[in-house]
């Protein structure tokens, strides 16, 4: 698989305070089945945001193809929450990039060996997001199917701050959602026509319709194939359903709490319609009716 492109997702995982009911719940609300824990691909258990530990990091798989990690806290202190990270060919200098925008570093570029090199950044509203320079492991291998990762974005308080930080560190190119009812930004990566066709993630403005306690984060989504049942099996498998299933442009939403706190959205994206298949005999027949109208004529003639 081809490295992923400057400043798009590339992976996700999530932190979770009981590694094994995270599968248990994952598993069956998505299908993932997962490796030995501390990865299964010869990476020594070093894996994205974690450093060597047994017992501590598992990759999950849909269709036998890497989608997500869940890694175990080794310290209460830590949040329980998904995390994202973004591609970059050189985690060192974007860091400085990072820091010279107005953002800090939560933790420098730490080399994985063959895995990569990875770091945790925040923006200069307190997001916390990660970085990957990836090595012999490039991220996802499926996405945007039912079960993988398909969507983020950062929810933050501070959009005159967070906007130009994005734009500048990633050279993502933004286009604002023509609605009075939501503040939101799409990005689209550099050098790509801005827009829904190109968009990678986006910014939402957290309102007084949330918790005033709440943090800037990201909010990671999974496409899903049926919304409303994903959202009956977090409840039964001991979620919580946090924005119940509506329905958005771009298909059904809804926002959950896993079985351990950790927050994440699905996206059930409306069926598309199969594109017509070319009929192999209508050049022919135009050809034949071409032919025939100009007999036609030059009898008329």
């Given at each position: 698989m081809a490295a992923f492109a400057e400043g798009t997702p590339c992976w996700v995982d999530v932190s979770l305070p009981d590694l094994e009911?995270?599968?248990?719940?994952?598993?069956?609300?998505?299908?993932?089945?997962?490796?030995d824990d501390d990865g299964n691909d010869g990476n020594d258990?070093?894996?994205?945001g974690n450093t060597p530990a047994p017992g501590h990091y598992?990759?999950?798989f849909s269709d036998g193809k890497r989608v997500a990690g869940l890694t175990a806290k080794r310290d209460g202190r830590m949040p329980t929450a998904w995390g994202v990270y973004f591609a970059t060919p050189d985690a060192a200098a974007l860091s400085r990039t990072i820091t010279a925008a107005g953002g800090r570093m939560v933790r420098e570029p730490m080399s994985l060996g063959a895995f990569g090199v990875v770091a945790l950044a925040a923006d200069p509203a307190g997001a916390v997001f990660g970085l990957w320079q990836t090595g012999d492991n490039t991220g996802f291998e499926k996405?945007?199917?039912?079960?993988?990762?398909?969507w983020t974005e950062v929810y933050t308080r501070d959009k005159a701050s967070v906007d130009p930080f994005y734009e500048t560190v990633f050279g993502f190119r933004g286009t604002d959602v023509s609605d009075d009812a939501v503040d939101f930004r799409m990005w689209s990566p550099a050098g790509t026509e801005p827009g829904p066709d190109t968009a990678i993630g986006g910014r939402s403005v957290i309102t007084d319709a949330f918790p005033v306690e709440m943090p800037g984060h990201f909010l990671s989504y999974f496409a899903v194939a049926d919304c409303d049942a994903t959202a009956a099996a977090v409840v039964r498998l001991g979620g919580r359903v946090t924005a119940p299933p509506f329905d958005i442009e771009y298909g059904r939403m809804a926002v959950f709490n896993d079985n351990q706190g950790a927050s994440f959205a699905v996206l059930e994206e409306p069926e598309r319609e199969p594109e017509p298949e070319p009929d192999p005999g209508a050049g022919s027949r135009e050809g034949e009716e071409t032919t025939e109208n100009g007999e036609e004529a030059e009898q008329s003639a």
């Open positions: 009911a995270g599968k248990r719940f994952y598993g069956e609300l998505f299908g993932w089945t997962f490796g258990g070093n894996a994205p598992t990759e999950a996405k945007g199917l039912p079960g993988s990762f398909c």
